[in-house]
């Protein structure tokens, strides 16, 4: 079993970053593969990052390339996703999830967090 507890979200300008947080425990938590998807209203949950359980390989969707980026603390298995020139597409819940593998598909995720709501405004 992998609890994995986001915080970092918030309202901010359009411009703007933020910086999100996943905590991941568990016995097995540092074999996971974790990453970010993100859910806005009245759409289907999105992949957003990824990064390998060793940290050293990670992925990022192609519209968030150049101004997101993840990485992981392997001792304390904690992911961050930095966000930076924010747009208001960015809006939605933003989720962590843990995987045994590199997978874009949200369903082969094993595990999730509660998310955390990230606004961007005008």
């Known amino acids: 079993q992998v609890h994995l507890v986001e915080s970092g979200g918030g309202l901010v300008q359009t411009g703007g970053s933020l910086r999100l947080r996943c905590a991941a425990s568990?016995?097995?938590?540092?074999?996971?593969?974790l990453g970010w998807f993100r859910q806005a209203p009245g759409k289907d949950r999105e992949f957003v990052a990824s990064i390998s359980a060793d940290g050293r390989r990670a992925w990022l969707r192609e519209a968030v390339q150049g101004r997101f980026s993840i990485s992981r603390d392997v001792v304390e298995n904690i992911v961050y996703l930095d966000m930076n020139s924010l747009k208001v597409e960015d809006t939605a819940v933003y989720y962590c999830?843990?995987?045994?593998?590199?997978?874009?598909?949200?369903?082969?995720?094993?595990?999730w967090g509660q998310g955390t709501q990230v606004t961007v405004s005008t």
């Open positions: 999830g843990a995987s045994e593998g590199y997978y874009t598909d949200p369903s082969q995720y094993d595990f």
């Open positions: 568990g016995s097995t938590a540092s074999v996971y593969d």
